[in-house]
């Protein structure tokens, strides 16, 4: 269950029907406490999405591409991205302590505890992309959240209405889920 979290970890049982509810509709928002396992569950789909094991009716074909938003970035390093890398299979946490560094390596898994992934994304040898962003990032410029179509789109609070609506059409463009 600690080597590979994603195929033998324990799952809430309400987790099931929130998996249904995101298969059926564009757009899902689950309310909850703090530690009620919002994030655990965000990471673990976050990761699902990417590595193929969960798809949907409609999901275009093709690389899959996931974004998460963040309150800031702080929050991001301590909550999204250590839930995110928990559930990486093995295979992909290797790549992250025995990777050559090279520019021409299409593939990119960098984490660290205390700096989370760097440059706020990773890339899997599938070419599954993850991107970390901030709400604090499109307060100060709405236009850094242009770019491309996502499968999967994961809002922590705060979530600005302007920035629901430009994920929302994002997610949209290729059969993706917010």
Excluded at 17 to 36: C, F, H, P, Q, W
Excluded at 46 to 56: D, F, I, K, N, S
Excluded at 90 to 110: D, G, H
Excluded at 144 to 169: K, M, R
Aim: proline share 7%.
């Amino acid at each position: 269950m600690n080597e590979n979290p994603l195929v033998a970890g324990y799952e809430l049982p309400h987790w099931a029907e929130l998996r249904k509810l995101i298969a059926e509709k564009d757009e899902t928002y689950v309310l909850g406490a703090n530690d009620s396992g919002k994030t655990e569950l965000a990471g673990k789909l976050a990761v699902e999405v990417l590595t193929g094991r969960m798809r949907w009716p409609g999901q275009h074909a093709g690389a899959p591409k996931v974004l998460l938003v963040s309150q800031g970035d702080d929050a991001s390093k301590q909550f999204q991205q250590p839930s995110v890398y928990k559930y990486l299979p093995p295979v992909f946490k290797e790549l992250n302590e025995r990777q050559v560094r090279k520019r021409s390596v299409t593939t990119k898994v960098n984490y660290s505890q205390a700096g989370g992934f760097t440059e706020g994304t990773f890339v899997l040898p599938t070419q599954a992309q993850c991107w970390f962003k901030t709400s604090e990032q499109y307060n100060r410029n709405p236009g850094s959240f242009e770019g491309p179509a996502y499968h999967l789109v994961i809002i922590d609070e705060p979530a600005p209405l302007g920035l629901v609506q430009t994920l929302a059409f994002r997610a949209a463009k290729v059969g993706g889920k917010l």
